[in-house]
């Protein structure tokens, strides 16, 4: 094959590689608060850094107007990647109406602004500012049967509610955070109604492989949240047993060039196997200034089309 067309056909696969990031890159935690900036800056600022979709990210922070959402992500020249959904704990019978209630919230937003994904997390076993246990760290057979019914439960009516096809997203501090319960994840449900986001970042704070699992699980993962571990600090936080708060606010996660994680290999294996999903790259961080985030996103970006994700 002649390289010109040689590298025409690679330009159009990496523009098949969709690139966005969300608030968490901009500190946004919640939807109202003092220290984070205004939704249309932070929208107008994604922007400005070269991306092409955001996530929703607090159900709250950005306008819940769909009308006044989408013009603002229009004079952006942005669209909507994902909402997500963390409001309970999937093993606890109980908490199943929160979480329905939540899906038909934001799942609602989500379907009028046309996003690609609905993220499902479970809810936290330790207090995130505390550390203070909520619930036991394992689950027990009987709880991963009553996990697994409300996870397709709840793929089943977010796609008959709003034609979203719900990815679930392993999470530090929740019951499917190592590699090992993500695998038994995967084992148990329906690959038709389930998929799986990625987040290297998670993954690699649980102690797993993010590049080796993406070679392995590849067909099961169209989406990726695309940050990296600070290692020495990752040390310190699971060694005085930091809560996750304390750990985001010591700057466990960091930019994607400077890890844990090999991110050029990553990208190496991830354009390999011909992925042609999302990609949002995420730099939790807790109340930074700012001036901050903005600065980062761009040069992250810069980065990003350095490796191939252009």
């Given at each position: ?39 249309k ?28 959402l989408?013009?603002?992500?229009e ?27 939540k ?79 993500i ?68 700057g466990?996660?960091?930019e ?8 050029k290999?990553?990208?190496?294996t ?12 995420e730099?939790d ?7 901050i ?8 970006r810069?980065?990003?089309n ?5």
């Open positions: 094959m002649p390289l010109r067309m040689e590298l025409s056909k690679l330009k159009e696969f990496f523009m098949a590689i969709k690139i966005g990031t969300g608030p968490d890159s901009w500190g946004i935690s919640s939807p109202k608060s003092p220290s984070q900036i205004n939704w800056q932070c929208i107008n600022e994604i922007s400005q850094a070269g991306y092409e979709y955001t996530e929703l990210g607090p159900l709250g922070y950005f306008s819940t107007d769909p009308i006044i989408k013009k603002e992500l004079k952006s020249n942005l669209k909507l990647s994902a909402v997500t959904v963390m409001a309970g704990h999937l093993e606890i019978q109980t908490d199943w109406s929160d979480i329905h209630t899906l038909i919230e934001t799942g609602k937003l989500g379907a009028e602004l046309e996003a690609l994904h609905i993220v499902l997390i479970d809810d936290f076993y330790r207090d995130i500012h505390t550390g203070v246990k909520k619930t036991e760290k394992i689950l027990h057979e009987d709880q991963w049967e009553i996990f697994i019914e409300n996870t397709h439960k709840f793929s089943q009516l977010a796609k008959e509610y709003y034609n979203l096809h719900t990815v679930f997203h392993p999470h530090a501090e929740t019951h499917i955070e190592t590699e090992q319960q695998e038994k994840f995967l084992e148990l449900t329906d690959p038709s109604l389930i998929s799986l986001l990625l987040d290297t970042g998670h993954h690699a704070y649980g102690g797993g492989n993010a590049i080796s699992f993406f070679e392995k699980h590849h067909e099961r993962i169209p989406y990726i949240h695309l940050k990296n571990v600070n290692p020495k600090i990752l040390t310190e936080i699971k060694n005085e047993n930091s809560s996750m708060v304390e750990a985001v606010s010591k466990v996660f960091c994607p060039n400077k890890g844990i994680i090999d991110i290999t990553f990208a190496k991830v354009i390999n196997n011909n992925y042609n999903g999302l990609i949002t790259v730099q961080m807790y109340k930074p200034d700012h001036d985030p903005l600065k980062v996103a761009i040069k992250t810069n980065y990003l350095n490796i191939g994700f252009g």
